[in-house]
């Protein structure tokens, strides 16, 4: 090959890049037999990465604690070395406790907003070749899941379903840089588009040159027509940081999202709407300072002291 | 016998795609992670020849292009992956020196892999896909590399004996 003598290497590598753009070409003419191909894949793998993330998220979530406890990190070290026996057991039930936590805090805002929801775990967290970021769910199209339904939490918006599979489907999270949402501002109503960076942040453009923001506005889902792909009224995140550049046409702002993406286990799909906009009914509630109770100790000197 | 061999080597692959789509897709780690199963496709193009290369650069992205998680067309990790196959096997063949020594095999690969997923990014923005941030592209990047870096060493005497033992006589 490299002495230029090998013309059938030549002719295989010309014949494989043209098999490659033919398919590129049929995919994006929308062929399904491509479309099918991956459907079918997906719905060999689902029940194998249900079963993997049942053996294997435990220690997933273990690992993913320690990237995000880097401050405490040296105290957690010094626990592990103590614990290490009854750690292992209690991964298990705190994994449990962790998904039933994120299940009633997550029917408590659907229930607020009586949204109709579809429950769901997570079995993947999608893809780590490309920068596309994305989760893979255990309910699919047989459990009511579709295309462009809205995907949330207790905390808030997650994502919005891009395809759905018979048992499983595929969540493009907020956090993804392709995710646009249309976002409000609870409180003043303001409206802007909300876009997914790639990090824990997302950027707010305000449609309106004549409002402004300020750190810690709540922002909203907008919603869409027909409540898809998105429902309205869902908390995506607080702003962060406002950006107020003299030359910019509209206000930006940097968004922090509600949803901790790295421990996410249990979602919720909505399938069905109300009516009735719930407006800011799901802005989260400030907490609410408790009070610290004080006690007063009087010292006495004894009358006689013993010698 | 090279349809042959290179048919064995097949199953080999889809237990590593099952691997990284159904275990390593459970962890999240420091920088979006590591795709095993990139790792692995490309130090076996490098252990091959430049047809052999393109060829599993072909199987292999065809199999990442059949991945839910897959963002773009079907046929695009095929494409660049069949480049980075034939790249990566083609700078190496018919030096020993460089597929006998295990540093050069780590660097090669924990270049490409940076390198090829750059690549699949600029045709995604070709075909009208978001870039995303500049820092978490380049942080992705970066740790890609490293991860490559780790893992790599782990991987090499499995790979290299396999792939030994199928085509020793088809990379000489």
Same mark, same amino acid.
């Given at each position: 090959?490299?002495?230029?003598?090998?013309?059938?290497?030549?002719?295989?590598?010309?014949?494989?890049?043209?098999?490659?753009?033919?398919?590129?070409?049929?995919?994006?003419?929308?062929?399904?037999?491509?479309?099918?191909?991956?459907?079918?894949?997906?719905?060999?793998?689902?029940?194998?990465?249900?079963?993997?993330?049942?053996?294997?998220?435990?220690?997933?979530?273990?690992?993913?604690?320690?990237?995000?406890?880097?401050?405490?990190?040296?105290?957690?070290?010094?626990?592990?070395?103590?614990?290490?026996?009854?750690?292992?057991?209690?991964?298990?039930?705190?994994?449990?406790?962790?998904?039933?936590?994120?299940?009633?805090?997550?029917?408590?805002?659907?229930?607020?907003?009586?949204?109709?929801?579809?429950?769901?775990?997570?079995?993947?967290?999608?893809?780590?070749?490309?920068?596309?970021?994305?989760?893979?769910?255990?309910?699919?199209?047989?459990?009511?899941?579709?295309?462009?339904?809205?995907?949330?939490?207790?905390?808030?918006?997650?994502?919005?379903?891009?395809?759905?599979?018979?048992?499983?489907?595929?969540?493009?999270?907020?956090?993804?840089?392709?995710?646009?949402?249309?976002?409000?501002?609870?409180?003043?109503?303001?409206?802007?588009?909300?876009?997914?960076?790639?990090?824990?942040?997302?950027?707010?453009?305000?449609?309106?040159?004549?409002?402004?923001?300020?750190?810690?506005?709540?922002?909203?889902?907008?919603?869409?027509?027909?409540?898809?792909?998105?429902?309205?009224?869902?908390?995506?995140?607080?702003?962060?940081?406002?950006?107020?550049?003299?030359?910019?046409?509209?206000?930006?702002?940097?968004?922090?999202?509600?949803?901790?993406?790295?421990?996410?286990?249990?979602?919720?799909?909505?399938?069905?709407?109300?009516?009735?906009?719930?407006?800011?009914?799901?802005?989260?509630?400030?907490?609410?300072?408790?009070?610290?109770?004080?006690?007063?100790?009087?010292?006495?000197?004894?009358?006689?002291?013993?010698? | 016998?090279?349809?042959?061999?290179?048919?064995?080597?097949?199953?080999?692959?889809?237990?590593?795609? =099952?691997?990284?789509?159904?275990?390593?897709?459970?962890?999240?780690?420091?920088?979006?992670?590591?795709? =095993?199963?990139?790792?692995?496709?490309?130090?076996?193009?490098?252990?091959?020849?430049?047809?052999?290369?393109?060829?599993?650069?072909?199987?292999?992205? =065809?199999?990442?292009?059949?991945?839910?998680?897959?963002?773009?067309?079907?046929?695009?990790?095929?494409?660049?992956?069949?480049?980075?196959?034939?790249?990566?096997?083609?700078?190496?063949?018919?030096?020993?020196?460089?597929?006998?020594?295990?540093?050069?095999?780590?660097?090669?690969?924990?270049?490409?892999?940076?390198?090829?997923?750059?690549?699949?990014?600029?045709?995604?923005?070709?075909?009208?896909?978001?870039?995303?941030?500049?820092?978490?592209?380049?942080?992705? =990047?970066?740790?890609?590399?490293?991860?490559?870096?780790?893992?790599?060493?782990?991987?090499?005497?499995?790979?290299?004996?396999?792939?030994?033992?199928?085509?020793?006589?088809?990379?000489?």
């Amino acid at each position: 090959m490299r002495n230029g003598g090998d013309n059938r290497g030549r002719l295989l590598l010309i014949s494989l890049i043209v098999t490659s753009l033919f398919l590129i070409t049929l995919d994006l003419r929308g062929v399904q037999v491509l479309s099918g191909l991956r459907n079918g894949t997906q719905s060999a793998l689902s029940p194998l990465q249900s079963v993997a993330a049942s053996v294997f998220r435990p220690v997933g979530n273990f690992f993913s604690d320690i990237t995000h406890l880097g401050r405490t990190r040296g105290e957690i070290e010094k626990l592990q070395a103590s614990n290490e026996k009854l750690q292992q057991a209690l991964i298990n039930r705190k994994n449990a406790d962790a998904e039933l936590a994120q299940l009633k805090s997550v029917l408590d805002l659907a229930g607020t907003a009586k949204y109709k929801v579809v429950n769901a775990r997570v079995i993947s967290l999608g893809s780590t070749s490309s920068f596309a970021q994305t989760i893979s769910i255990d309910a699919g199209t047989n459990n009511g899941v579709r295309q462009n339904m809205t995907v949330i939490t207790g905390q808030g918006l997650v994502g919005v379903v891009k395809i759905s599979y018979p048992n499983s489907a595929l969540v493009q999270l907020t956090t993804d840089p392709a995710f646009r949402v249309g976002a409000r501002v609870a409180g003043s109503q303001q409206i802007g588009i909300l876009s997914g960076q790639g990090t824990n942040k997302g950027v707010l453009q305000l449609l309106d040159n004549r409002t402004t923001l300020k750190v810690g506005d709540v922002i909203l889902a907008r919603g869409s027509q027909n409540n898809r792909p998105f429902v309205p009224g869902v908390p995506i995140g607080e702003v962060s940081k406002v950006d107020n550049a003299a030359g910019a046409i509209t206000q930006t702002a940097d968004v922090k999202f509600y949803v901790n993406f790295s421990a996410l286990s249990v979602v919720a799909v909505v399938t069905g709407a109300p009516q009735a906009d719930p407006r800011d009914a799901l802005v989260p509630r400030a907490p609410v300072p408790t009070p610290v109770p004080t006690v007063t100790i009087y010292a006495k000197p004894s009358e006689s002291p013993t010698p | 016998m090279f349809a042959r061999r290179f048919l064995i080597s097949f199953p080999i692959f889809v237990v590593v795609y =099952l691997i990284q789509e159904t275990i390593v897709s459970q962890f999240r780690v420091f920088g979006s992670g590591f795709s =095993l199963f990139l790792i692995f496709a490309l130090l076996w193009s490098a252990l091959g020849t430049p047809e052999l290369g393109a060829l599993t650069g072909f199987g292999a992205g =065809l199999l990442m292009d059949l991945s839910q998680s897959s963002s773009g067309p079907v046929g695009q990790w095929t494409l660049i992956m069949i480049l980075a196959g034939f790249s990566i096997s083609y700078l190496g063949y018919g030096d020993d020196n460089f597929r006998g020594n295990p540093l050069s095999l780590v660097v090669i690969v924990a270049l490409a892999v940076p390198i090829t997923r750059f690549l699949y990014l600029i045709l995604g923005f070709m075909f009208g896909g978001e870039l995303g941030s500049a820092t978490h592209i380049f942080t992705s =990047l970066i740790a890609s590399g490293l991860w490559t870096v780790a893992i790599v060493p782990l991987l090499m005497p499995f790979v290299t004996r396999i792939h030994s033992g199928l085509f020793i006589d088809m990379s000489r």
